[in-house]
């Protein structure tokens, strides 16, 4: 590990470090550049802009806040190149004896790229590198981040059966060219909890799926309920795929108010319950989702470097404000 906190701990800071080529050796081993883990009570925990880079870290994470933990801030820090999860948000891992899990904090203006379990040991040939990874944390503000070039942009949900990632609210991030997925919520199977109560809103999602491995831009797995996914603008890449529901455990979601990017000559597609649909009229008389939605070019200034600034004549302003 490069920097480890641990038991029952208040009011402290991680700030301006540089963290890099923290490793492990072996096959089954782990590595953390920044642990923060609450086997006691742990309050008012700063993480701000440190550079956290080049880790071989096994099956851990390169930032971690993990248990009893009530009150965070992570922000501004930079988190590239490393070879599992970027910033990880755990509960119910057995750290604490009790109230184990994340919860009541931001995670903000971050900068999180290139981080993928791809040719790990602990992962094989498996593209499932959160940059931002909330697992079973509640109560977190993720906003105005940047994420690219991992294998997942950003992931709310619970890896421990009948457990959830509960008011999650991912907003205003720029989620762009990620390997699998831009923002996944819910379970990867049905051994898994999944995300309730949360809300992904106001974000740029732009071109994921960059492996065609069918994550499309938007995904919802195992068990999401009561979410609302809203107010985003949204471009496909060469999959097409705008959202992908391949789970119908699946209830009381609403998705409304967002941009689906239409480029001539190219063919879309929603996948909602299990049920594919090549068009965005079918999708939406079919599903009862996306009802105030647009299917239109949002009209980016230069979307060629990644300026996702609207034109003022952009039809997105009427239904994204």
């Known amino acids: 590990m490069g ?8 009011h402290i800071t991680i700030k301006n470090n540089h963290v890099r080529d923290i490793k492990t050796t072996a096959d089954d081993g782990n590595a953390h550049g920044i642990a923060v883990y ?4 742990m309050k008012d925990i700063k993480i701000e802009d440190n550079t956290v880079e080049k880790l071989t870290l096994g099956a851990s994470e390169a930032v971690v806040l993990n ?15 490393n070879n599992n999860i970027g910033i990880d948000l755990i509960g119910y891992e057995g750290t604490a004896a009790q109230n184990d899990f994340v919860r009541n904090g931001i995670v903000e203006n971050n900068t999180v790229y290139n981080n993928s379990t ?53 907003t205003d991030n720029k989620v762009y060219e990620n390997a699998y997925t831009g923002i996944s919520i819910g379970g990867y199977d049905q051994k898994r909890g999944g995300t309730s109560h949360s809300v992904i809103a106001h974000n740029i999602v732009y071109r994921n799926d960059t492996k065609g491995l069918d994550g499309g831009q938007l995904l919802l797995q195992y068990d999401t309920k009561t979410n609302k996914i809203e107010k985003n603008i949204i471009t496909a890449s060469d999959s097409r795929i705008f959202i992908a529901n391949d789970f119908t455990k699946n209830e009381g979601n609403k998705v409304n108010h967002n941009v689906y990017h239409k480029e001539a000559g190219k063919d879309s597609m929603w996948i909602w319950k299990q049920n594919e649909y090549d068009s965005f009229s079918s999708y939406q008389n079919a599903t009862n989702q996306d009802q105030d939605s647009i299917y239109a070019d949002p ?23």
């Open 3 to 10: 920097i480890y906190v641990s038991g029952s701990s208040s």
């Open 38 to 41: 609450g086997s006691g009570s």
């Open 67 to 81: 248990g009893n933990i009530d009150g965070f801030t992570v922000r501004g820090n930079v988190v590239r190149d």
């Open 118 to 170: 791809y040719g790990n040991p602990a992962y094989g040939d498996d593209y499932s590198a959160g940059g931002i990874y909330v697992d079973g944390g509640q109560s977190i503000d993720i906003k105005k981040n940047t994420v690219y070039g991992n294998d997942i942009g950003i992931e709310a949900t619970s890896e421990h059966k009948g457990k959830y990632a509960d008011d999650i609210q991912i």
């Open 299 to 321: 009209m980016y200034r230069d979307e060629t470097s990644y300026d996702f600034t609207l034109e003022p004549a952009s039809p997105a302003w009427s239904v994204i404000e």
